[in-house]
C-alpha cells in the first residue's frame, strides 16, 4: 500500500557457532526454517547477500589465512572467487548490479588493507582507496551505485566514511568521537544505519540510522548490551541486528525507529545478520 516491499519470500543470512565452529546459516524473516549453509568445520563470517537474493559472499579461514568464497543459494554451490595473494581477502559485498564483488584486502605487500573491486569470480580486480589505511566493511549504495560507505581508521579510531567508486571523492560521516562501524544502506541510498559508541561507552555499541544528506542521526538501541551489525530488511522498514542484551550474542529485529524488538534465534551464539530477497 504504501511503497515498501514485503518481506514474504526473504531470507536472514547469519553467522552461528551452534555445531562447535562459526558457519553460515539462513532463516525466515520470523527466524523459522533455520538451515546450516557451510560445512567447512572452520571459521565462516561475514556474509553478504547479492541484490536478487541467488548468491551469497563470506569471509572463511578455511585455508588458514582468511579468503572470500561465493556461493549460489539454490542449490548451495561453491561458485568459486579468486583470492588474490594477500594475508587478508574479507568483508565482501555485492554491487547493486549482482555483477561485481567489493571487499577489503591487503594486497599486494600485505599492508591491511585497502578496498578492492572485483568480477564474481574474482578476475578483473582493481583497487579503489589508496594503501596506508585499514579501510573494510564496503558497502555500495543500492539505489546509485555510485558510491560506497566504508569503515576506515585513517582519522584514528574506527569511523564511516563514504567515497565514489574511482576512490577519489572522500569524506568521513561520523563525527570522529567513539567508533563507528558496520555501516548498511536502506533500500532508497539516502539512510544508513550503523553501530556507534558515541564516545561515551567505549566498545559498548548501539545502533543508530543517520540520514547522509544532513546527517542527522537517530540512536535506536538504550542501555541494553552491544548491539550490533545492523541490516535493512527489503521492506525498508525492519532492521535485524545483533545483541546480547539476553545474556549471549543473538539475532533480533526491530522496527527502524528502535521499537518491536524481536529475538530470532536461541542456539548458540549468533552474528551478523544479513537480510535480504
Known sequence: ????????????????????????????????????????????????????????????????????????VDPVRDLRFYNQRASVNSSPSFTPDGKQIVYSSSAPNDRCCRIFVANLDGSGLRPISSAGWIDTEPKVNPKTGAEMAFVSGRSGPQQVYRMDMEGAVMERLTPGEGEASNPSWHPGGQILAYAWTRGYATGNFNIFTMDVATRKYTQLTHSEGKNENPSWGPDGVHLAFMSNRGGSSQIWTMLADGTQARQLTTQGRNYTPVWGK
Open 1 to 72: 500500500l504504501f511503497g515498501a516491499q514485503s518481506l514474504f519470500g526473504s531470507h536472514i543470512y547469519f553467522v552461528s557457532d551452534r555445531t562447535g565452529h562459526k558457519e553460515i546459516w539462513a532463516m525466515d524473516p520470523d527466524g523459522g526454517n533455520q538451515r546450516q549453509i557451510t560445512r567447512y568445520n572452520s571459521l565462516s563470517i561475514q556474509p553478504a547477500l547479492s541484490p536478487d537474493g541467488s548468491k551469497i559472499a563470506f569471509t572463511s579461514y578455511l585455508r588458514t589465512n582468511p579468503g572470500i568464497f561465493v556461493f549460489s
